[in-house]
């Protein structure tokens, strides 16, 4: 089994789709000739055609909207945006239409297709190039949202979103890319959607994350292992829908909890978890949830970036809060 | 494709087959046979009346908002009824017209704007996609499908209906875009009825006419006397024989003007001089046709009144069935949304009922 | 003293503004010579002209991003988005441009404009006309976020909006339009943005609402006397940046809370006061915090909407149970 | 205007003055002395140097992510030459040529690529927008501005630089729209230099032409050699004066090739080959300039050199002196939020300095 590093692994989960079902169709800015920006389809156009591996104009509403579209007509299409910062354009599109779809028609019309966006901080950047929208996708209904954390975890996760019925907005950590290998079967393999991974059991604390901040987390884990501090730590690989049991259960049994993630603080995914705790979990919490997320504020330019990310410092802090509360 | 040459829309012409007086313009023949346009006559008229009701059952506190096709019953029928079994319609939120020729019952689309969720289900064999509000957004779905088909080999077209101030929206530009450069076979039917609601045509854009908006995409426009159904069936059909063939979209601009209201919501006095309204009233798509048709001897007051009287009761009918058809449930707002429900829908709708 | 509803209120503001202020100019479709389809701009191009009332082409993108760039040149524009779901189109340039235009440029360039936006449902609109998205903006970095509940507030909120120096999302909750009269003074006078309301006082449970559900809330919290439950209500005003003491003082007093939004439950603006009442308050709360919010599903269509909204009977059921808890 | 007639886009000409030889187009004479063009060359040779040095900063890790103007060299100095105080630019990203001429330093400018904020900030009396990442997003700011402009009745003009995937976005629509409706002092300026990324000039739209895009509104659209500096300046000095004089927008394509690669994060042998890149190497817009010098006695490589070197010891300093700058301090992030920080921004960054 080969070690794959996350570009790799999503790359094969393409083509063996692809090859396996002839209704896949991958289409996007320089996803063709390119093989995309960060060479996440390289090698497909060559081996499908250029039928099925589309460069697009420089449009995103025109990718998904023309994408909602193809699966109307019963193409499969895996939709790429080139990054995280100009999703913007097609939030109607996903909101007003690729949501709705099947709510609208009444489950005459389907649109399951799956847009790919390379997101979150870390690779220093230009401007728009490392956001987190996953919690205004968490807050738009009809759609689903997935984040792998590792290579093996995007390769199931994605032959899940391509094989669901739903809509599946695939948010890919550009920072974890390049940054771990691991061993990724070739074959089928699925990861169901709206299940969490529980990485690592603990007593301690619950720490709660998705992307690239699962590796930060379990740096911090690791650190704290010489604290004597046992973290369970949940990579939520889904977020919406989300696997609240998951989450509930691991609180239920530490009663203290930490979520990491990059977007701002305020309306991220972090408040809604703690929303959840709050309504079903309360009891059992020792001490106030903490957050460890980006700021209010624009993700910095290159220079300034480290100020913004959550990093294994600031996640043992506030492990540490919430154990010493 | 010699209309749309002999009808560049830089030539400054539009296309006309039928004159407001019911003659011919010279050179001219009918589209189809004398019976066919009777029986088009008839969609429009029953149309027209359908589209009435739907007004005076708002105003009775019976149906929500709705947006009055009067005045477009040309530029509606005549597209659609070029078009064949396969073919997919995207229309706006003001297609009473095509979608019923498409074969959407009228119950149905009294039932969604009387706001029943039941009004957006097409049957299983219509290609007519739910009514789309966000303006200019849908024209992307029907090159995205007609582009699905063209992939698979098939030989269909796809039709989206939009208004001039469609023709302002980025989305619109993006669909244009996608068309041109992967040839799809998609026919833009621009229904330029003179208004946004109440933002006239001059505002909404600085180009002499929104068919030459095509030469920007590489592909071709016209603009078509919107009120004239010969005119608008041999465009259509041009630009449908097109597209079947693989020659890619068209942007069709129907001239045409909307009599009534925007919607039940507006009152177009506010924007709107009588003076204005004046000039389009002999070119009315049903006064035209009465005049050729009478020449024929197909039509008269008294076909007319008939004709009209079935359709009442055929109307009323309908409109007794849609209103038995009971408000949707509290799951019908829950079921829908994911092809299997999450289960925090689950809760959620258990609490809801609990709520009741 | 005339007694006047909301529409009536932000027509007088904005008149009176222009009047004061001829930087001031409105844009938007149908804001000339209709006055707006709520007739909110009703009179105003007759009194100040097609160059300060302007009517523009059916795109709001163009509409948002050429205030923008008017606002750079020191003009101070007051958008209008047609409906809430109109919005999705130019959250781009809201998000990439408009909030960030001052940080970008080191504070060299700065656009304070309005964008007036009615939102919420309750008034049996067709689909994408009762939309409510203050969570995805509150997540937003750069922008203020303003609700107005009442005729007043909205005239002196909106006063506030328009001479502040950020840009300011100014949400009309149109269920109220015309829906309350009150005295509305003429002349000058501002509610100075990010301080929440205190509506009414209470010792038993904190009710936290905006917009149009404030009414709703002082509904039920009227019908509860009989109970004799005394609800304290707060009007937030502002979404963001949000009057964090004004919320963790009174939870602070009665342990106790509810929030009421009509957004989809999944992260909405809910979620964030939880996590902020978890940092800050977590001791003294004795239940956990109920939220009475829309679902997690697209606004249904008329016949439906009751089922969707949030109204006094299920903001009852939940107030009683926090008490009871 | 004569010269938008002239060469209207359907016309099929590309507006020329310059001929790849350094020769006149017949009946052609350069807009400006020869002294003129010798110092405009000598900004179109620095700006070179600039973009090349960049690029190997880049190399060396002491630059972040940097796109490359290496051929658009004529584009951006003959546009921006033309341009008068008061007047407003708003750059895409690639526009290290055109910002330098409008006096934004080359310091600022290689602090920006190096990722310190303090690279955004122009100063008070430099209208010069930041660089703005979102593509084809920023015209609809020059359009806003100079609408405003025209409102209070100062005849200043903006203009917008892009590039040709920039047209296929929907907010570049809505721009030239309500440029046209508005008839604002904007200039257009589409440096289509062949690619977006990976994606040719054929895929990115079926039109023939850029320029033509401008007949979708209502307004003037001239395709140019954008290699060629006088011809820029000639159409650009006339799009500027007729939008100073209230005539409204004009697009300018000029067609250029971007030699280097789209960003030095980018393998351009991925997608272009060289065969492709071989026809373009002549019409390098320096070239032609420094024929036409030579025949003057204005150009050597004796003279280049000379200033090849300064220029470079002068770019020499303006590196070290960037590279002094210190990193902005963490109050620098939130600084320029809100006018005035808000208090959650406040105890965000009192957490933040406390994790340091
Ligand atoms: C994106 C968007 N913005 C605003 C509206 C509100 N609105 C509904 S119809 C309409 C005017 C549409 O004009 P046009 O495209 O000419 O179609 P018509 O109504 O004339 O058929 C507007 C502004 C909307 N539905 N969608
Ligand atoms: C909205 C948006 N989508 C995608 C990108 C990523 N991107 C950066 S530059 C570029 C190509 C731009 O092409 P063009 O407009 O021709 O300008 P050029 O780079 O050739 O100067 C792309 C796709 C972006 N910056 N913005
Ligand atoms: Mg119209
Ligand atoms: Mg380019």
Tied chains: 1, 3.
Excluded at chain 1, 109 to 118: D, E, G, Q
Excluded at chain 2, 67 to 84: D, F, H, M
Excluded at chain 2, 200 to 220: H, L
Excluded at chain 2, 225 to 254: H, Q, Y
Aim: proline residues 6%.
């Amino acid at each position: 089994m080969a070690k794959l590093n996350m570009v790799e692994a999503i790359n094969l989960a393409l083509r063996e789709e692809m090859e396996r079902d002839n209704r896949v169709v991958v289409l996007g800015e320089d996803v063709g000739r390119e093989g995309g920006v960060f060479r996440v389809t390289d090698g497909l156009q060559e081996k499908f055609g250029a039928d099925r591996v589309i460069d697009t104009p420089l449009a995103e509403s025109g990718i998904v909207g023309t994408a909602l579209g193809m699966a109307l007509y019963g193409l499969l299409p895996v939709a790429e945006i080139q990054f995280d910062g100009f999703l913007y354009p097609c939030l109607d599109q996903i909101t007003n239409h690729i949501g709705r779809m099947r709510n609208r028609s009444r489950g005459r019309f389907i649109c399951p297709l799956v847009i790919r966006v390379p997101y979150g901080g870390g690779i220093h950047a230009p401007e728009h190039h490392s956001e987190s929208p996953e919690a205004i996708l968490a807050h738009t209904p009809g759609i689903k949202v997935v984040t792998p954390s590792t290579p093996y975890e995007a390769k199931g996760l994605l032959l899940s979103s391509i094989r669901g019925h739903d809509p599946v907005l695939f948010l890919e950590p550009k920072r974890i890319y390049r940054a771990i290998r691991e061993e990724v079967p070739e074959g089928d393999y699925t990861i169901p959607l709206g299940k969490a991974r529980l990485v690592q059991e603990g007593k301690d604390v619950t720490i709660i994350a998705w992307g690239a901040m699962v590796r930060e987390v379990l740096n911090a884990a690791e650190q704290l292992r010489g604290d004597k501090i046992e973290a369970e730590v949940i990579d939520l690989r889904t977020i919406s829908p989300m696997d609240v049991e998951a989450i509930v259960t691991s609180i239920r049994k530490t009663g203290r909890g930490v979520i990491v993630h990059e977007a701002p603080k305020t309306c991220g995914l972090g408040a809604e978890i703690i929303a959840l705790i709050n309504e079903k979990a309360l009891l059992s919490l020792q001490a106030p949830i903490e957050r460890v997320t980006g700021f209010d504020i624009p993700v910095p330019l290159a220079k300034s970036e480290h100020y913004y990310l959550p990093n294994s410092k600031r996640i043992i802090m506030a492990i540490k809060k919430v154990i010493s509360f | 494709m010699g209309l749309f040459e002999d009808y560049h829309p830089l030539k400054g012409k539009t296309f006309q087959i039928l004159k407001p007086d019911g003659t011919l313009q010279p050179d001219s023949k009918p589209p189809i046979s004398d019976q066919e346009i009777f029986h088009l006559y008839q969609k429009m008229l029953f149309i027209r009346l359908a589209d009435q009701r739907a007004l005076i059952l708002q105003r009775q506190g019976r149906m929500g908002t709705y947006a009055p096709i009067w005045g477009q019953e040309a530029c509606q029928v005549g597209s659609a009824a070029v078009l064949q079994k396969g073919d997919w319609v995207f229309p706006a939120f003001r297609e009473l017209g095509a979608t019923l020729m498409m074969g959407i019952p009228l119950k149905t689309i009294f039932l969604y704007w009387m706001g029943n969720e039941e009004g957006s289900r097409a049957s299983e064999d219509v290609n007519v996609l739910p009514v789309s509000i966000p303006v200019g957004t849908h024209p992307l779905h029907a090159v995205g499908l007609g582009w699905a088909a063209r992939l698979k080999g098939d030989a269909i077209v796809t039709i989206a209906y939009f208004g001039d101030g469609a023709t302002s929206k980025g989305d619109f530009h993006e669909a244009m875009n996608f068309a041109g450069v992967f040839k799809t076979p998609t026919i833009f039917f621009c229904q330029n009825n003179q208004y946004a609601i109440s933002v006239p045509r001059s505002i909404q854009t600085a180009s002499k006419t929104i068919a030459q908006k095509a030469m920007a995409y590489g592909f071709d426009g016209i603009q078509i006397d919107g009120n004239d159904l010969f005119a608008v069936l041999v465009a259509t059909k041009e630009a449908v024989e097109k597209a079947r063939s693989g020659g890619g979209p068209t942007l069709i601009e129907g001239v045409t003007f909307r009599f009534g209201p925007h919607t039940t919501a507006d009152d177009p006095t506010k924007y709107r001089k009588d003076e204005e309204i004046e000039p389009w009233k002999p070119l009315d798509p049903m006064i035209r046709l009465r005049l050729y048709l009478k020449e024929k001897d197909l039509w008269s007051e008294e076909v007319e009144q008939r004709f009209t009287e079935e359709a009442q009761k055929d109307i009323d009918q309908v409109v007794k069935d849609a209103e038995a058809v009971p408000a949707p449930g509290v799951e019908e707002i829950f079921k829908y949304v994911y092809a299997e429900m999450t289960s925090s829908l689950k809760e959620q709708l258990a609490y809801l009922k609990t709520t009741l």
